[in-house]
């Protein structure tokens, strides 16, 4: 049976690990979203759910196997995809509307809202990768998360690149993904191996990022007199949870920089800037990416299993805190 309702599973999809189903979210403004959920047997107040929200245009199948290590872990795990990728891509990205508020205030929220539903009574953790910690931010009901990890999280503005890739980087994001974008009616990536292909209003956010989100973001768009860009900050003030912000030391996208420039946002949360070099752990390189590879599950898995377990940095974790800041400061 294929139920497209409300957050109702899917079947005749194939299975994830350890029994992971298919599941479809319906968001506020009506699209479906397809994702996989890892559920426990019976019910338990005591465990906790984790909501992972993806990087810019990653499919959540990539975040199966750490999603799997969660479960098996005693969480139960929900993934999904942002409208117009991988399981929620329609036939066709030309002309799809869909922008990096649409993927916090309404796909992250509809997970949200299916975890309260689905599992009333247990905590709600997420797991944010690269723009995924940036949603939680923009979604309406982020005050009901109990605990935040982010790994390489910012909002893309390019001066917080790292220096030495700052010009490539520029001109692949800035220039030739944009001017691609127009070509197409969406960035035709997967063909150039770079990612998922990507909607245009994603790719006009991010190639057109400025140092403060609200000032580039849905600026034309207005809710009882305001901007909606300054609703959306807003929403940061909101998050309460405690959250553990993994930077990468070989990461050109998150530079200690870059994600305190995110973490300024949440006001109201007590945060942690975690930084790991390669060479903590005797490997060369780590990157954007590979934090989630099964490669790394005893070297830096166990860190982020024990912030969502107690909110607590394991004490033989690698790498260093470079900062922490208390609710009601911006660093």
Same mark, same amino acid.
């Given at each position: ?17 350890? /029994? ?11 699209r ?8 426990? =047997?019976?019910?338990?107040?005591? &465990? ?8 810019? @245009?990653?499919?959540?199948? %990539? ?5 799997d %290590? ?18 929620? &891509? ?26 309260? *539903?689905?599992?009333?009574? /247990? ?6 990768? @690269?723009i995924?910690?940036f ?5 309406? @009901? ?9 790994? =390489?999280? /910012?909002?893309?503005?390019? +001066?917080?690149?790292g ?9 692949k994001w ?24 990507t ?5 006009r956010?991010?190639? *057109? ?17 305001? +901007?909606?860009?300054?609703?959306? /900050? ?26 305190? &420039? ?6 109201s ?10 060479? #903590? ?23 982020a ?10 004490? #033989? ?10 609710p009601?400061?911006?660093t």
């Amino acid at each position: 049976m294929i139920n497209h309702g409300r957050g109702t599973e899917v079947a005749g999809v194939r299975e994830m690990p350890n /029994q992971a189903l298919s599941v479809c979210l319906e968001t506020d403004d009506g699209r479906l979203l397809g994702g996989f959920l890892w559920r426990h =047997g019976g019910v338990a107040a005591a &465990r906790p759910i984790v909501i992972i929200s993806a990087a810019t @245009s990653v499919r959540c199948r %990539y975040y199966s196997r750490f999603a799997d %290590y969660l479960f098996l872990n005693g969480f139960d795990v929900l993934t999904f995809d942002y409208r117009g990728i991988g399981e929620s &891509r329609p036939k066709s990205l030309r002309g799809f509307r869909a922008d990096w508020v649409d993927w916090g205030a309404h796909d992250l929220e509809a997970a949200l809202a299916y975890a309260e *539903r689905t599992f009333p009574g /247990q905590e709600i953790h997420v797991v944010g990768h @690269s723009i995924g910690g940036f949603a939680i931010g923009l979604a309406p @009901s982020n005050r009901r998360i109990g605990r935040i990890l982010t790994v =390489g999280s /910012q909002f893309a503005y390019w +001066r917080d690149y790292g220096e030495a890739e700052r010009p490539r980087m520029y001109i692949k994001w800035h220039i030739v993904m944009p001017l691609l974008t127009r070509m197409f009616g969406y960035f035709p990536a997967k063909r150039l191996g770079w990612m998922e292909d990507t909607p245009a209003g994603v790719v006009r956010d991010w190639s *057109r990022m400025k140092a403060r989100f609200e000032h580039t973001v849905r600026q034309d768009l207005f809710i009882g007199g305001e +901007r909606e860009s300054e609703i959306m /900050q807003r929403r940061f003030t909101r998050v309460t949870a405690p959250m553990l912000a993994i930077g990468l030391e070989d990461d050109p996208h998150g530079t200690p920089a870059a994600l305190n &420039r995110l973490l300024a946002y949440f006001t109201s949360s007590h945060r942690h800037h975690w930084r790991i070099a390669p060479a #903590d752990i005797g490997v060369s390189s780590i990157g954007h990416f590979a934090f989630f590879h099964d490669r790394f599950r005893d070297s830096l898995w166990p860190l982020a299993l024990g912030w969502l377990r107690a909110g607590e940095i394991p004490a #033989d974790a690698p790498g260093l805190l470079l900062d922490e800041a208390t609710p009601g400061t911006t660093t």
